[in-house]
């Protein structure tokens, strides 16, 4: 509060009110005296020229109610005038006091003299008097006529007026003071009031919070700067809005970085992984060949035959991970068409029917209406493939695949059963990570690479559309989703 502007800015304008009083009491005392001596004299001055434009026979008038007499009884002026004959003409009855005046033994034996103006024809003289005499100014000398005259008046009355005046303008100022003091602690108040708000607008935009505006009722210059505090206000937020931004966007790829730099690292020690067993027997048996281990046909064949079993398990898994890269790196194109479902689900069962047979399993599906839907048909099919032989891979007990379809609304569920072992719950979302076995030591067995499940994700992520995998009591089923194309709707069916 000691910084308040309010407060500075009151105690400035009383400050001044104050000084000024001062100043006005002080000049006051100091030459309202001197000023009205000074008048006095000049008035003294217009008395001596308007005698010297008197006729002396005319003298009488002064002992008559004329105007000049009324004159001099207004200004309170005492004179007395004295022919060359002796003749005394005077406005006072008290016509020896003031021939005593006349005297100058006796006026310089009264107090102090103090010659004011000096002429040829008279003397202005301001004389103090004494405990029983009063101050007063004093003209005498002679006229054009050669009679002599003298004028006074009393000054005390001036003194008095003085300190009557000094202590009237010390209650009208102090009253002033008070009155003004209260007024401009209101109006510091309210012209301080806006920039108080301007205070707390900016500490709180300090603080980052930009909702607080301000109201502005005026054109004045606050009500400019408020106005342009909001505009700084509403720039500030977007500008750090926009930064908060962009620092995201930077974190999000930053973070991407990383992410794919991670995948990379692994991505490579898995291929290398992959990639070492079956190196290493095809180096292994193609050595034995080099070096005529077995001179027999059988064993060569034996031993070639590896070679190209792993040669071709390589192969797939290259081929399966461009397949992977152009899908996630979005190379690969995606082409919509409404195409039958379950003509596409027919022929991959076909397909696979005889390794089915192979491993004695049941693969089930018994849909024979249409069933038309939108999406790649190609990569559908692949999609359909994978599932039926995964399940064909992890197929035991009673050997049981079943696929089925549902249409809930506008979507058509396809999903794929097989009975065996189920999925771990903690394992269930990291089968579609690339490379990841659930069973590594079976997954070797029948050739798998874990990019197969992998594949399937992406495929369904290019589409917008969803995949998952449930565990059932008896075994395991993955399913995906499918938009329902306009057409005849089979009703909800699970063959």
């Not at 304008?13 to 006051?28: E, K, T």
């Not at 579609?432 to 990019?451: M, N, Q």
């Amino acid at each position: 509060m000691k910084k308040s502007i309010k407060i500075r800015l009151a105690v400035t304008y009383i400050g001044i009110m104050c000084i000024s009083l001062a100043a006005m009491l002080a000049m006051n005392s100091l030459f309202l005296e001197k000023y009205y001596v000074e008048r006095k004299k000049e008035s003294l001055k217009k008395v001596y020229e308007a005698l010297n434009n008197v006729d002396g026979y005319q003298y009488s008038a002064l002992n008559e109610d004329s105007g000049f007499k009324k004159y001099l009884a207004e200004k309170n002026f005492l004179l007395i005038v004295v022919d060359p004959f002796g003749n005394r003409y005077s406005t006072t009855k008290d016509e020896g006091e003031m021939l005593a005046y006349m005297q100058f033994e006796a006026q310089f034996s009264r107090g102090q003299r103090e010659i004011m103006e000096e002429k040829d024809n008279y003397v202005v003289t301001k004389i103090t008097g004494d405990a029983n005499t009063m101050d007063v100014v004093c003209m005498y000398g002679t006229l054009d006529d050669r009679s002599s005259f003298m004028v006074r008046t009393p000054i005390q009355s001036i003194r008095d007026s003085a300190q009557i005046s000094n202590l009237f303008y010390l209650y009208i100022g102090l009253a002033t003071i008070l009155i003004s003091s209260i007024l401009i602690w209101i109006m510091s108040r309210r012209i301080t009031k806006p920039l108080q708000t301007l205070s707390n607008i900016s500490r709180e935009m300090a603080d980052l919070n930009f909702d607080v505006k301000y109201e502005s009722a005026g054109q004045d210059e606050i009500s400019v700067l408020g106005n342009n505090l909001n505009k700084l206000s509403e720039d500030l937020e977007k500008t750090i809005s926009e930064l908060k931004t962009a620092n995201n966007e930077l974190q999000q790829d930053i973070a991407k970085k990383e992410e794919i730099d991670e995948m990379r690292k692994e991505f490579l020690a898995n291929v290398s992984h992959e990639l070492k067993t079956p190196i290493a027997l095809i180096q292994g048996y193609a050595e034995g060949l080099q070096e005529c281990i077995n001179d027999d046909a059988q064993s060569r064949e034996f031993y070639c035959d590896v070679i190209i079993d792993e040669a071709g398990k390589m192969n797939n898994m290259v081929k399966k991970l461009l397949t992977l890269n152009q899908l996630e790196f979005g190379n690969d194109t995606i082409t919509m068409e409404r195409f039958d479902l379950t003509e596409l689900v027919r022929g991959v069962v076909q397909s696979v029917q005889l390794l089915a047979d192979q491993k004695e399993a049941k693969l089930h599906f018994a849909l024979t209406e249409p069933v038309y839907v939108w999406g790649d048909e190609f990569k559908i099919e692949e999609v359909v493939t994978n599932y039926v032989s995964n399940a064909l891979n992890h197929v035991d007990y009673e050997k049981k695949i079943e696929i089925k379809t549902e249409i809930r609304n506008d979507v058509v569920r396809i999903s794929v059963f097989n009975t065996g072992d189920t999925i771990p719950e903690a394992d269930l979302d990291k089968v579609w990570v690339k490379f990841y076995k659930v069973d590594k030591a079976r997954t070797r067995e029948y050739g798998g690479s874990g990019i197969g499940l992998s594949i399937v994700k992406a495929i369904m992520d290019s589409m917008h559309q969803k995949c998952g995998v449930k565990n059932y009591s008896n075994g395991v089923e993955f399913w995906f989703e499918l938009s329902l194309a306009e057409g005849k709707k089979t009703e909800c069916q699970k063959m």
